[in-house]
């Protein structure tokens, strides 16, 4: 099965480098950097010891950054290898670790295909010391070099739906190989902890998840007082990355959204900004866009303003200080879901569809906990909102409790560390 995989991805390899020509038309970053998609680096110089952290996009990016500075901290003469698949989260990287980067203690890189050559020359061009996945990033010959070439695996902040975890069994043998290339696994809940099990995984521990112990950048806060400002005494509704199909149905529903109510739409994806803007546009919805503002600090949006639409990259705990209360997306449509804890650690109410299996019991928690309230439809979710905005008491009750429960949840980052720790040291000058 594994070999028929590799073939696979021989085959498919023309069609992958005309998508991310397709793909850069809207976002030129896929077009940049096309040789590292295929394993061929620039020189870098030498490191007594490199830890190779793979986050493939935004959201695990900024879920790596508490545990990138824990290890460099923990391990002060190695340097990090970062490596992403997406531009976004590349360039989140490069936000995130402008400091580090200038220092010279990281670098950012793309991962190439999964092939087993082109997996060998990331391995022999960086020589890492380890190689620490995030979340479900499982690539069978990433794996399976790494164990050749003597570099223990880590997965971290894992997880495993329900969903996932009947895909993955109609190929249970590459993952069970997979699964067992592991040294340790670091996973968020109890039920990830069962299911990954499933798939043969051992030394699995359960640390929780990082994304709870990550603090917004200096200044963000600030930042999204200024943008309330511009905004006035208006009651604000974020709607926080939102998915394809969402949107049709938000703005479907926006008239029931009461009074002088502004919503705040921020699409998860930042090459969809425009299409966006343009369905709203064309709705004949009066609308600004963040891009407009500048630094907010002499702009004003109208109050005739329906919609200010989001469009920018790494401000979204800007956004979340600005409103009042937030839906999270990719929950109405069938996708699973985004994370909730950037909201609730700003001490917002949060609002979440059906459709929340990538993080269930994260959701379920937050529900319990009178963090989040689950709704079914937008126009639920109007509804929903004009109760909450309506009601100063019971939001502000229900933003106390988010940041309560966000609080409760840190140290997972201190845990996973502990786990990781002993295989550094052991790999070690």
């Known amino acids: 099965m594994r070999l028929l995989y590799s073939i696979l991805w021989w085959l498919i390899l023309p069609l992958a480098l005309f998508r991310l020509y397709w793909r850069g038309r809207k976002e030129p970053g896929y077009r940049h950097h096309i040789a590292e998609r295929l394993g061929f680096y620039p020189p870098v110089p030498a490191a007594s010891q490199r830890i190779w952290v793979h986050a493939v996009s935004v959201g695990e990016t900024r879920a790596a950054e508490p545990l990138v500075k824990a290890l460099m901290t ?44 082109m997996m060998r020359r990331i391995i022999e061009h960086y020589r890492p010391c380890m190689c620490i996945l995030l979340e479900t990033e499982i690539w069978p010959n990433l794996i399976r070099q790494c164990v050749r070439h003597h570099v223990p695996l880590a997965l971290v902040n894992a997880r495993l739906s329900e969903r996932s975890l009947k895909k993955g069994m109609k190929l249970r043998s590459i993952m069970q190989e ?54 006035g005494n208006r009651p604000v509704l974020m709607c926080a990355s939102t998915r394809d199909g969402e949107e049709i149905q938000i703005l479907d529903a926006i008239e029931e959204l009461a009074g002088n109510a502004l919503l705040l739409l921020v699409p998860r994806h930042p090459q969809r900004f425009d299409d966006v803007a343009r369905m709203i546009e064309n709705r004949g ?20 303003v ?26 109405l449509e069938k996708l699973g879901g985004q994370n909730l804890i950037e909201a ?4 917002k109410p949060v609002l979440v569809g059906p459709h929340t299996f990538n993080f269930e019991a994260i959701t379920a ?13 937008a126009h ?20 106390e409790c988010a940041r309560a429960f966000a609080q409760r949840q840190h140290g997972a980052t201190r845990r996973t560390l502990e786990l990781l720790a002993p295989l550094i040291d052991d790999t070690g000058p």
């Open 178 to 231: 997979a699964a067992n290339g592991f040294s340790v696994v670091a996973a968020q809940t109890q039920t990830d902890a069962n299911r990954l099990a499933q798939f043969g995984s051992t030394h699995i521990a359960v640390t929780g998840s990082v994304k709870f112990d990550i603090t917004p950048p200096p200044g963000t806060l600030e930042k999204g007082l200024r943008l309330r400002r511009s905004i």
């Open 74 to 117: 923990r391990f002060p003469a190695s340097d990090i290898l970062l490596t992403h698949m997406t531009p976004a989260g590349r360039a989140t990287g490069e936000e995130l670790f402008c400091a580090e980067k200038q220092a010279g203690r990281l670098i950012q890189a793309y991962l190439p295909y999964d092939t087993n050559t």
């Open 365 to 377: 928690d937050a529900i319990t906990d009178n963090a989040a309230i689950r709704i079914h439809s």
């Open 306 to 331: 329906r919609i200010l639409l989001g469009d920018s990259m790494g401000e979204m705990f800007m956004y979340y200080a600005a409103c009042d209360l937030a839906f999270i997306g990719g929950s």
């Open 380 to 399: 639920e979710m109007m509804q929903q909102a004009n109760a909450l905005l309506l009601d100063d008491i019971r939001r502000q009750d229900m933003g």
């Open 285 to 304: 919805i009066a609308m600004t866009r963040r891009s407009a503002l500048g630094n907010m600090s002499q702009c004003t949006v109208s109050s005739d």
């Open 344 to 347: 609730c650690a700003v001490g």
